[in-house]
C-alpha cells in the first residue's frame, strides 16, 4: 500500500496538495482505490464506457484474469496520471496498468512502456463497427441463424453504406486531424451528428452544417496546416483509422434502421419470416465488444500484467 506521510510522500503526494486541479483529484481517487485494494492489479481506463468493453475481451483474452477498473474522464486525464506515477517515489507503478485509444494524436508526448495499451486502430469503436461484428448481430439478435445468404445481402449492404459514410465524414474527420496533429483547441465533440449528416440505409447524407460548424474549432487551421496534413491523412484507411465515435454512432442508427426492416419483412428481409421482433437495446458497446475481434496486441499484454 502507498505510505502518503510526510516522510514517505513523493512527488505525486506534491502534484496532490492542489486538489483544485482535476488531474489532482483523480490522483487521489487512485490512491483511495490502491488503499483499498492494496495488491491487485488496477487498470486505468479513458471513460466508464470502455468498462464494458474491455470485460468482454479480457475475459476471452485471460479468462480468470482479475482486476479492478478506474475510469479517468479522458485520454488526457489518464495521460497525466501516468506522468505524474512515473515520476512517483513511492511504488505506485506497481500493478497499475494504462490502456487508451489511439486517436489521431497517439500518446501525446508520454514514453510509450509495457504498462501502457494503446489500441492500434483509432479507437475501440472501430473494433465494434465491422461487418463481422454485424454478421454475428444478425445470427444471434436478428434471429438469422441458418439464413447465411441473407446475412450475406444484408453484410454487402452494410459495406456499400459504410464507404458511402466514410466519403460524406472525410471532410469532418480531416478537420478534426488537422486540429489534433496542430494542438488547434476544440470543444467537446458531439456524440450524435446533429445536423452534420444524416443516415440512411444505403449510407449517409450531408446535412446542413459544415465540419468547421459542426467541430468549432479555436480559429481555422491555415493553409499550410492544411497542405502539411494531406499527406499522413490520405493514407488512413477510413474503417481502421478515421474517428470510431463517428462510426459507431452510423453503425447504432444503420441498425436501427435495418430493424425496422426486418421487424417488417421489408426490404431486404423481404419473404423471410421471423419469431418475434428486435429489441435495440441489445446495441451496447459491450454488446458489439462480445462479437468482434480482439485489438492486435491486446492478448498479449494482458497476459503479461502482474501484480
Not at 505510505?3 to 483523480?26: C, H, K, P, S
Not at 444478425?138 to 441473407?150: E, T
Request: aromatic share 12%; proline share 5%; hydrophobic share 40%.
Amino acid at each position: 500500500m502507498v505510505d502518503l506521510t510526510e516522510a514517505n510522500g513523493g512527488v505525486l503526494l506534491d502534484d496532490m496538495r492542489d486538489a483544485r486541479n482535476a488531474d489532482a483529484v483523480i490522483k487521489v481517487g487512485l490512491l483511495g482505490l490502491r488503499a483499498s485494494y492494496p495488491r491487485g492489479v488496477i487498470l486505468v481506463f479513458e471513460g466508464t464506457e470502455d468498462k464494458g468493453v474491455y470485460f468482454q475481451w479480457i475475459r476471452r483474452a485471460r479468462p480468470e484474469f482479475s482486476y479492478e477498473p478506474f475510469p479517468c474522464g479522458g485520454k488526457k486525464m489518464v495521460l497525466a496520471l501516468k506522468k505524474a506515477v512515473d515520476r512517483d517515489r513511492n511504488d505506485l507503478k506497481s500493478g497499475l496498468y494504462f490502456i487508451i485509444d489511439r486517436d489521431f494524436d497517439e500518446y501525446q508526448g508520454v514514453e510509450p512502456d509495457g504498462s501502457i495499451f494503446m489500441t492500434p486502430r483509432y479507437s475501440i469503436e472501430n473494433y465494434l463497427s465491422c461487418p463481422s461484428v454485424l454478421e454475428e448481430i444478425l445470427k444471434i439478435d436478428f434471429g438469422c441463424d441458418g439464413k447465411i445468404a441473407l446475412r450475406g445481402a444484408v453484410c454487402e449492404l452494410f459495406e456499400d453504406a459504410r464507404k458511402c459514410f466514410n466519403k460524406v465524414i472525410r471532410e469532418t474527420n480531416f478537420l478534426l486531424y488537422i486540429c489534433r496533429v496542430n494542438r488547434i483547441e476544440l470543444p467537446p465533440i458531439a456524440k450524435k451528428f446533429g445536423g452534420l449528416l444524416t443516415v440512411k440505409l444505403d449510407g449517409a447524407a450531408r446535412g446542413d452544417l459544415s465540419p468547421l460548424e459542426y467541430l468549432g474549432p479555436s480559429r481555422e487551421p491555415t493553409e499550410a496546416e492544411v497542405n502539411g496534413a494531406e499527406g499522413p491523412f490520405a493514407a488512413f484507411d477510413p474503417n481502421l483509422r478515421y474517428r470510431g465515435k463517428f462510426l459507431v454512432a452510423f453503425f447504432k442508427k444503420w441498425l436501427e434502421l435495418l430493424v425496422i426492416e426486418r421487424n417488417a419483412s421489408r426490404g431486404v428481409f423481404e419473404g423471410h419470416e421471423f419469431v418475434g421482433t428486435v429489441n435495440t437495446q441489445v446495441f451496447t458497446l459491450e454488446n458489439f465488444a462480445s462479437k468482434s475481434i480482439l485489438p492486435e496486441g491486446f492478448v498479449g499484454f494482458v497476459n503479461a500484467m502482474v501484480h
